[in-house]
């Protein structure tokens, strides 16, 4: 028996994910894949189980690829679901699922991931923030972070989805198991760090959200203000190991908790030094057009123009005086 529940799966490229994703929600009674010109037999493999693909094409503003397919797609159910091609959705979860959506007064549940990395779940090192997930239809939407083609994202990657109504979190965790290599793993945390570099200067020039959002019921609320004490704290990717590696117990993870957390703190090694690259690039470009407007004789003329009218202005004299 189908649930009442759309499900949403943004992809490009994930023909070695699409499969079990899509067999995890066979349950739920409408499955989009919102594909974005895929060459590696995506679309193929999804349309065999019974999918409806979509093609997004992108044009470089606002929305992106999750809030274009909220607002866009022939949704007919109540409940809407936002699910990443490398996610499952275990029995236990979806046994939890029908009954949320029971609800009457709940507009939204949070997810906490169930992070798998070289074969091992990180019980530890990265028990993942909630994620708003699974929402009534027309509830919510994904925030708009200003960010557009930075990073060469069509997608909503880190922006949360923000429910207008209470919301409530779900027990059983969502299954993250991608079945792509370590290197293209690297890889794509590689252009994650592009995004966040960006993104970063742009949140230390906005006010640090209020110390009491730390005691707030809502997760979101709590991440954005840990978030901002943490971009304004030196020497991020020593904390950042110490933190998953010993105070989270990431130690107990075995091996591939430590390269986990060596990754992390690398990630954020490469986010502080790309920061420093555009800080640099900006500041000799400033240099260079400062010079250039230095050097350039209608530029003098009109200084030396300036200095000519304002000896000469008694109106300009008196105020000075």
Known sequence: MKLPVSVIIPTKNESENILP???????ADQVFVVDSQSTDGTTEKAKELGATVIQFHYDGGWPKKKNWAMKNLPIKNDWLMIL???ERVTDELRDEISKAILSEDIK????????MFLGRWQKHSWSHGWMLRLLRRD??????????????WDNEVHENIVVNGKTSC??????????QSLSEWIKKQNQFSDWNAIR???QLQDKVPPAGNVLSRDPLKRRKFLKAM????????FIMFNYLYFIKLGILDGVSGFYFCMLRAIHEFNISAKIYEMKLTERKRTEKRETTIQNNPCTTIRKDAGQIIKAHNP???RTQN
């Open 315 to 317: 109106v300009l004299n």
């Open 170 to 179: 779900l027990k059983k965790p969502l299954l993250h198991k991608s079945n």
């Open 84 to 86: 990443d091609a490398d």
């Open 21 to 27: 994703c899509l067999r995890s929600v066979n349950w």
């Open 108 to 115: 939204g549940y949070y997810l906490q991931w169930k992070f």
């Open 139 to 152: 509830a919510g939407e994904y925030e708009d972070l200003g960010m557009r083609a930075e990073g060469g």
């Open 200 to 202: 970063r200067i742009r």
């Open 230 to 237: 943490f971009l304004r704290t030196p020497c991020k990717p």
